[in-house]
């Protein structure tokens, strides 16, 4: 086990290796000026020069990538060029709101997708299995840009149950911050929703025919303990590999997501920083996604051979 | 009580068919509105969609909006009032006396830190402003200021190199902006802004909000003697989307919303919490040309564009049908706006005509615009009107930052661009588009009448004097088509129909300190 995870730790290092200098130089390919943003577009040549010097930007683009690449192995992830702050402390406003959709939609997506697909296996080509197949279907074809909107025009404007944009900090209002985001989560969680309760269904019905259920059965045991017990555990294995990949879409989701329901979090602040060309803030807050994109993927590996005995990652 | 100016007045009662005389109850909305933004304890809370960059005045770089959050927290030594007549704010009297301009400054004024402000500290700012080594923005502003000194405590001196008809107008903006002398050495305004405004900084989350309290030792009153500001704190919400901008105006989430396109705010119209309030705040759109190279380096190639473009019609489309046309970036209430000057008819066949003398037919014409409603419409409008000239052009339709940088480079023929106006003097509007070589003279014009008027515009004094200038200025730019002008789509302020007490800048920006809530 310590060999695979060492194993998986050099991977992750030359995986981000890779990713920085492409995010550098993919970056340093877009169009446009950061004196721009910063001094509009009024500013003369003089003001944009001086600018540029303080910000580093006069200097060959080797240099430039040496300098953070550097600062990156200190732990030091720079300034933003708009404001000034560090991009540290920018990230660690908004990681706890993109961490908080993402767990909500996660958790709400597992809730729902696996008693759901249980359900629609047990009750194999029943009227409820095609409702929620059907369902399943439905929510894996409408895309988060346009379900965001729709349920801020139904929840949000139609019935005023749900705020329709905005965010408040749950150490300050634990409820408010709950209902700020109720509707974020569902739309970032029906995706997610859908593969779960597809992929929950197929597994069961896979173990439900398998040898050791009938044996199960003939041994008297209940049905809901064969089905709780016996065929769920097996079924499992694939569910967790979904939802394991699902969190790289599922991060995507949040970047669409936080931008309509103006959330301050990472995704959000990528846009944001995209579109400004706060190039080292997009730097940041790109490496910390994959990093944990990555990690997310380890612990998914490491928790089939909890589950699963019989996977065992070091060859004797 | 009102703080609406008279042209304000006029302004709503000539247009605004939107506006709340027509109340009916509203479809949807309202229903959580209120409580949440604490409207009866004082919150105001504001739906902004350009944050500014930083909060040091010298170095704020939108040409307008900023001043709406800086204002919050800084005075100038002058106000400039929205009828353009200039009153003390911390300068209780001043005199000019030739090239001296002397200002008495008001005692017992504390920064938001404590420190006095005196006339030392007056001398601090406008030195930094003054120094162009240090990159701010505002350097333009006092580039006819020779030297500043403090002639006592309370008496500041202004030497000046040669008459300058808009020094006062810079005085009573950025440029003039007052900030407690520790922090201008700590260098720490850009995000922790310390003046002494009607209201303190307490949190700025960048992309997220800024929140302000009311400054308990301001120095303003308002006329009954009462303590300002009434408002006890303000929120900015930095949202750019109009959609989620309106949606949260109409759930009551934000009080004020700073700017909507028609199209979304016309969908407000019926809602009887939200009223409209027309500041003379226009959006001006206009085609820049490039007459270095490709087609409209031909002139006549340009005034075919000019007969080509039906603004009407162009307004209708992308602007709801809430637009004025004029012929420069003036609006019609500006004191250089001149009616004499239009623009031309709308002509296709004359300009198929000129297209034809000229020789260019089929020939290509790239039109650029930016990836923001509703200015790719507007470009498709002019694409197809050209089109119809014998013309055969395209529309790229790209991100700002890509859009300017393609401009500055010269590679482009024709972008449909937009400005804010007014602005707070004609040369801050005309100059920086069309001096030879200025910033957005992307499109390469260059005459030496043009830039010999514009130059003698910052030089003279009198009102009437100067509107003649740029009169001249407005029809040597319509008479050579440097720039073609489309529509100007109105853009009121919308706001909560209890908040009361707005007062405006002569550009139409607002300040908060003497807005209330009419419970």
């Not at chain 1, 197929?202 to 173990?207: F, H, K, R």
């Amino acid at each position: 086990m310590t060999g695979f995870i060492l194993r998986r730790v050099v991977q992750l290092v030359i995986v981000l290796a890779i990713v920085s200098v492409a995010l550098f130089l993919l970056l340093r390919l877009l169009p446009g000026d950061p004196t721009t943003t910063i001094l509009g577009t009024e500013a003369t040549h003089e003001q944009r020069e001086i600018l540029r010097a303080e910000l580093g930007l006069d200097q060959p683009l080797i240099v430039q990538f040496g300098q953070w690449i550097l600062s990156v192995f200190n732990g030091d992830l720079g300034e933003s060029w708009i404001t000034g702050e560090p991009v540290s402390a920018v990230m660690s406003d908004r990681l706890p709101v993109t961490v908080q959709l993402g767990v909500m939609s996660l958790l709400g997506a597992l809730l729902i997708g696996v008693p759901a697909g249980v359900l629609a296996a047990v009750r194999r080509r029943s009227t409820l299995d095609t409702a929620l197949t059907g369902a399943g279907v439905f929510f894996l074809a409408i895309p988060n840009f346009f379900l965001g909107p729709l349920l801020v025009l139904l929840f949000a404007l139609s019935l005023g149950w749900a705020p329709p944009s905005g965010f408040v900090n749950f150490t300050d209002d634990p409820i408010a911050n709950l209902i700020h985001m109720v509707l974020p989560a569902v739309t970032v969680g029906s995706m997610v929703v859908a593969v779960v309760m597809r992929q929950a269904r197929g597994a069961m019905l896979d173990s439900l025919g398998g040898d050791y259920i009938r044996t199960a059965k003939a041994t008297g045991l209940s049905r809901g303990r064969v089905v709780m017990v016996y065929a769920l555990r097996n079924a499992l294995l694939p569910v967790i590999t979904v939802t394991g990949l699902q969190v790289g879409a599922l991060l995507s989701g949040t970047i669409v997501t936080e931008t309509i329901f103006t959330l301050p979090g990472m995704g959000s602040l990528i846009v944001n920083s995209i579109f400004s060309r706060d190039l080292p803030v997009v730097q940041g807050a790109v490496l910390l996604i994959v990093v944990a994109v990555l990690l997310i993927n380890l612990v998914t590996d490491l928790i089939y051979a909890w589950l699963d005995p019989r996977i065992v990652y070091d060859a004797a | 009580m009102t703080n609406t100016p008279k042209r304000g007045d006029r302004r709503n009662a000539r247009r605004l068919s939107l506006a709340a005389s027509t109340l009916t109850l509203a479809l949807f909305v309202a229903s959580c509105g209120g409580s949440e933004a604490g409207d009866s304890a004082g919150t105001l809370t504001v739906g902004f969609d350009n944050e500014p960059v930083t909060l040091d005045p010298a170095f704020s770089s939108a040409i307008s909006s900023d001043r709406n959050v800086l204002n919050m927290f800084y005075d100038t030594l002058v106000r400039q009032d929205a009828d353009g007549e200039f009153v003390p704010a911390l300068a209780e009297d001043w005199e000019q006396d030739g090239d001296t301009l002397r200002f008495f400054l008001r005692e017992g004024v504390t920064f938001h830190d404590g420190t006095d402000f005196d006339a030392e500290a007056a001398v601090a700012n406008l030195t930094r402003v003054m120094d162009p080594e240090n990159g701010n923005t505002k350097a333009a502003a006092l580039a006819k200021v020779e030297e500043v000194t403090a002639e006592g405590e309370h008496i500041l001196e202004l030497t000046l190199s040669e008459p300058d008809p808009i020094l006062l107008v810079n005085l009573a903006h950025e440029a003039g902006m007052m900030a407690s002398p520790s922090s201008l050495e700590a260098d720490s305004l850009d995000r922790e802004p310390v003046g002494t405004g009607p209201f303190t900084l307490s949190s700025w989350r960048s992309n997220v909000n800024l929140v302000a309290e009311a400054n308990p030792d301001y120095w303003r009153t308002d006329d009954e003697g009462e303590a300002l500001p009434r408002l006890g704190q303000v929120t900015f919400d930095f949202v750019t989307d109009p959609s989620t901008l309106r949606a949260n105006l109409s759930a009551g989430q934000v009080d004020m919303v700073r700017v909507l396109p028609p199209e979304e705010y016309l969908q407000l119209e019926e809602n009887p919490q939200v009223t409209f309030e027309d500041t003379g705040v226009r959006r001006s759109y206009y085609i820049s040309i490039n007459q270095e190279e490709g087609v409209f380096e031909n002139p006549q190639a340009r005034e075919a564009l000019s007969l080509a473009v039906d603004r009407e019609g162009i307004g209708e489309a992308a602007a709801s049908g809430e637009y004025d046309i004029s012929p420069s970036f003036a609006t019609e209430f500006d004191w250089f706006f001149d009616e004499s000057i239009q623009v031309p008819e709308h002509d296709p066949e004359r300009a198929a005509e000129l297209i034809e003398e000229a020789g260019l037919e089929g020939e290509e014409v790239s039109i650029l615009v930016r990836r923001r409603d509703p200015d790719p419409t507007i470009a498709e409008l002019v694409q197809s009107e050209l089109n119809q000239t014998g013309l055969s052009a395209s529309v790229e339709v790209l991100e700002f930052e890509s859009l300017l940088d393609q401009m500055n480079e010269g590679d482009y023929d024709a972008a449909v661009m937009v400005i804010d106006v007014p602005r707070l003097d004609p040369s801050l509007t005309f100059d920086p588009y069309l001096v030879t070589g200025a910033p957005n003279n992307w499109g390469g014009i260059s005459s030496d009448e043009l830039d010999d008027l514009l130059a003698e515009g910052t030089r003279i004094e009198g009102e009437s004097e100067r509107a003649e200038i740029y009169s001249e200025v407005q029809r040597s730019i319509g008479d050579n088509n440097d720039l073609v002008f489309l529509h100007q789509p109105t853009a009121p302020l919308i706001h909560d129909v209890d908040l009361q007490g707005l007062v405006f800048n002569v550009d139409g920006q607002w300040r908060l300190d003497e807005a209330w809530f009419e419970s």
